[in-house]
């Protein structure tokens, strides 16, 4: 116990200088080391509290501020802080464009070791809030306290919250007020629901013990004007559920698909659950230049609506096709850069993994008369073979679009061996992205390479690269 307090170090008067990756800062130690810092922002001064001791490195956190940064705004929400949904909100949003640019073009030049084209400057998002079309909330009869409450000596009776998880802390939810993530009516159906869950006494969850009714609430709006409301219950009670549903039904009738799961076990991932459809559609409509995609409360969808149009518009130049071509867009989930681009090509194959949402691409492309896209459902690295090259047809151009952890090597290797004119490979992780370029650049020149900002706020970056076959 003795030796680990020891690691823990007081540095005082540091300028932050930089900032790294998820969200944290940089600052130099006077031993030479980096420190990461979680709460500063680039051209603060100030005195930091090591938590964290390693060969290279510390991590801590700043608790006094003598300077504080140009680069900084005034957060706009009273969550600022505690809920670590917005980490970058202190930091003014032209100085979190140039930081993201900045890591993404670090991590091709540095992982990649790779030769860059000019990099395209990032595009900014429109809206800086109000832009996620998705957001899942928690319930908990044992919400977050403040410092201030827990210091006030007062009998704190209301324990109930319906928000966020506090980062590292599986069982403590943040009880929101006001969230500048949705537009409306996000904010007013969530604190109504809360407000009559309440003065119904209907019981909220609790994690540890794995007891109580109320579980989680799922909001999803839509360019479209659709909106759809998911409460998760943790045991079936017919009055109690109804009482709420219906409430929810006659207080927002805008609500188009209002759906319900009973669910008991260990977790609250509802993939493996049976939804239940109790007043609407099971489904709500999402437009893209007049392609329609029907989502439904377990698809995958971009969770910037506008921003996954710009994204799109970009992985469509890149590609630049003339009617002509066989793409092959993998990864491809629900279809939708497949549908995307389907106009401008001969054909497009899709392959993704999960079963459910090959069957809403399959679905959506009848819905949109697309008929010259195919799908196909299955494990990346296995299905991707010489068999199904030889089945398909060798592709002119792919598009990829990989989860975080970027592409098996094995479809890295895939690539190389059928070799197409062109590769667009859309990534959410610039780090695995620039690993994967790395393996491919003896093979393929990087023409072209474009952030997007697809979370302002946030520390994360999305990331569009065009290769060229040598």
């Not at 993939?271 to 099971?282: A, M, N, R, S």
């Not at 489904?283 to 698809?299: D, P, Q, V, W, Y």
């Not at 090509?345 to 899709?350: F, H, N, R």
């Not at 679009?401 to 990534?427: C, E, F, T, W």
Request: overall charge negative; charged content about 25%.
């Amino acid at each position: 116990m003795s030796r680990r307090k020891s690691n823990r170090k007081i540095f005082e008067q540091l300028e932050v200088t930089d900032a790294a990756a998820k969200g944290k800062t940089i600052a130099k130690a006077p031993d030479g080391k980096v420190v990461f810092i979680s709460n500063a922002v680039p051209g603060d001064i100030v005195d930091v509290q090591t938590f964290k001791k390693r060969k290279a490195y510390y991590e801590g956190k700043a608790t006094v501020f003598h300077e504080l940064s140009d680069k900084r705004t005034d957060p706009v929400c009273e969550h600022f802080g505690t809920c670590g949904g917005c980490k970058w909100q202190n930091m003014a949003y032209e100085h979190q464009l140039y930081y993201k640019q900045k890591e993404v073009t670090n991590n091709l030049k540095r992982i990649g070791h790779i030769e860059l084209p000019e990099v395209t400057p990032i595009l900014g998002s429109k809206k800086e809030y109000f832009y996620r079309n998705k957001m899942e909330f928690s319930f908990s009869d044992s919400r977050w306290l403040t410092l201030e409450e827990i210091n006030s000596g007062k009998d704190l009776k209301d324990k109930n919250a319906l928000g966020f998880h506090i980062p590292g802390m599986w069982d403590k939810i943040l009880d929101l007020n006001h969230c500048h993530l949705q537009a409306d009516p996000s904010d007013a159906i969530r604190n109504q629901v809360k407000a009559f869950a309440e003065s119904n006494d209907l019981e909220f969850f609790n994690t540890r013990e794995q007891s109580g009714f109320l579980r989680t609430m799922m909001i999803r709006t839509s360019t479209t004007g659709d909106l759809m409301v998911l409460i998760q219950f943790f045991k079936e009670d017919k009055e109690k559920r109804e009482l709420l549903l219906d409430f929810i039904a006659e207080t927002f009738p805008e609500v188009s698909s209002l759906l319900y799961v009973i669910n008991s076990k260990g977790n609250d991932t509802i993939y493996d659950q049976e939804v239940v459809c109790y007043k609407g559609d099971d489904h709500i409509f999402e437009e893209m230049e007049g392609l329609r995609f029907k989502i439904n409360a377990k698809s995958f969808y971009q969770t910037n609506s506008d921003q996954a149009y710009e994204l799109y518009k970009i992985a469509r130049d890149f590609a630049d096709l003339s009617s002509t071509e066989l793409v092959y867009d993998l990864y491809t989930g629900t279809g939708t850069i497949a549908q995307f681009v389907a106009k401008k090509a001969k054909k497009v194959v899709g392959v993704e993994a999960v079963p459910d949402a090959i069957k809403a691409a399959k679905e959506n492309a009848q819905l949109n008369g697309i008929n010259n896209v195919e799908f196909f459902v299955g494990d990346m690295k296995n299905v991707f073979n010489a068999q199904f090259i030889a089945a398909h047809g060798v592709p002119d151009v792919i598009i990829t679009d990989p989860p975080r952890d970027g592409m098996h090597k094995d479809v890295v290797q895939q690539i190389l061996n059928i070799a197409p004119k062109k590769v667009v490979y859309v990534s959410c992780n610039s780090a695995t992205q620039a690993r994967d370029l790395a393996l491919m650049d003896a093979d393929y020149k990087v023409v072209k390479t474009q952030a997007v900002d697809m979370f302002p706020q946030t520390f994360h970056v999305e990331n569009v690269v065009l290769l060229e076959h040598r």
